[in-house]
């Protein structure tokens, strides 16, 4: 028995390190026919290896994927890219189908004269069904910010107005207890209606001047005698409108929970910003819990504002802290974000 080459040695082991995978892996020859598959594909198939090799390759599929497949292949030709992406329902030997994400390359110099492409094909099932799991949940949440803001805000409007008639024929401490139960509730109400709105991903952004917009935010908050202090000129691309949530939220919660007197700074992080206060902080035991909803400090707080703050973030796809700011106090950290200069 003779040892093989050092090559077909070599070749050996990439086709057993490519038959290990959980992806399917292709290789097509110019005129379109399969000159590989690994273990994985003829698994997902349905069929041996043997029944594919020298086939041509969209005799497997549907029509509506070869012609997908045909036009991914016309654009990289007429582009510069040489790896196409998409995605399809992946047709079994027995006519069963499910999704699939496929990415391939074409392959040129002296490995393209016996090869025209290469390709890489992932079952992604599970992201889709737990695509249509967050769709059917969004859908839901969307139901219940409607039933929040008809249902619920509608008989407080009415609470409210009889409760003014009620102050003009009576003067009562008991009184001004239930307009502070209808303020909390109309806070809850808003709160709950931005979560709502804030849990759905951001799709459209535009460039913030942070120092300046720090400036404007802070003008539209009630701040007596706290301080801003702007220690950035960083420009980010965001949401403008849920980026001024954020900071309208984090400037009120600095004033609550520090102090009319409190100075906020707003300054940069890698990959990012942050707003930070000179108060008391937040104990490194609560540090896990300030984003859960509920969680609040003081009686008057709805306990939304932080948990709306991460929900943004993470609509932005950045990543949010709470840690020690150089004073002492709170500091919130935004990372991962779109930083422009």
């Not at 409210?160 to 024929?169: I, K, M, N, T, Y």
């Not at 207890?177 to 709950?192: K, N, S």
């Not at 301080?227 to 001024?244: C, G, H, K, Q, Y």
Request: net charge negative.
């Amino acid at each position: 028995m003779t040892e093989g080459s050092p090559r077909d040695d070599e070749l050996r082991r990439y086709e057993r390190i490519l038959d290990s995978l959980d992806d399917a892996v292709y290789a097509v020859r110019p005129d379109g026919t399969i000159a590989y598959v690994n273990e994985r594909y003829a698994e997902m198939k349905g069929v041996s290896r043997e029944s594919l090799l020298g086939t041509e390759i969209y005799d497997w599929v549907s029509e509506d994927t070869a012609a997908k497949a045909r036009e991914a292949r016309r654009e990289m030709a007429s582009s510069d890219r040489d790896v196409g992406t998409i995605e399809y329902q992946f047709l079994t030997a027995d006519g069963e189908r499910f999704p699939v994400e496929m990415r391939f390359t074409r392959l040129t110099g002296e490995a393209g004269e016996e090869l025209n492409r290469v390709g890489v094909i992932r079952d992604i099932s599970g992201r889709k069904q737990r695509e249509e799991t967050l769709r059917r949940k969004n859908a839901r949440l969307e139901k219940f910010a409607s039933i929040v803001s008809h249902d619920l805000r509608n008989p407080l409007n009415v609470a409210q107005g009889q409760l003014e008639l009620a102050r003009e024929e009576h003067d009562s401490d008991h009184l001004d207890a239930v307009a502070r139960a209808h303020e909390r509730m109309a806070g809850l109400i808003d709160d709950l209606l931005t979560l709502a709105r804030d849990g759905e991903g951001v799709e459209v952004t535009e460039t913030v001047a942070l120092d300046e917009f720090a400036t404007a935010c802070w003008e539209g908050v009630e701040t007596g005698a706290a301080a801003l202090r702007v220690e950035t000129d960083r420009t980010i691309r965001a949401d403008r409108s849920r980026l001024r949530q954020i900071f309208e939220n984090l400037l009120r919660n600095s004033i609550e929970h520090a102090g009319e007197d409190v100075t906020v700074t707003v300054g940069d992080v890698d990959g990012g910003f942050f707003l930070a206060d000179d108060g008391p902080g937040v104990p490194e035991s609560d540090r896990t819990r300030v984003f859960e909803a509920g969680y609040s400090t003081t009686a008057e707080g709805t306990g939304l504002g932080l948990e709306i703050v991460e929900a943004i973030a993470t609509a932005h796809g950045w990543d949010v802290r709470v840690t020690d700011a150089q004073d002492g106090g709170a500091r919130f950290e935004f990372t991962g974000v779109d930083v422009l200069d």
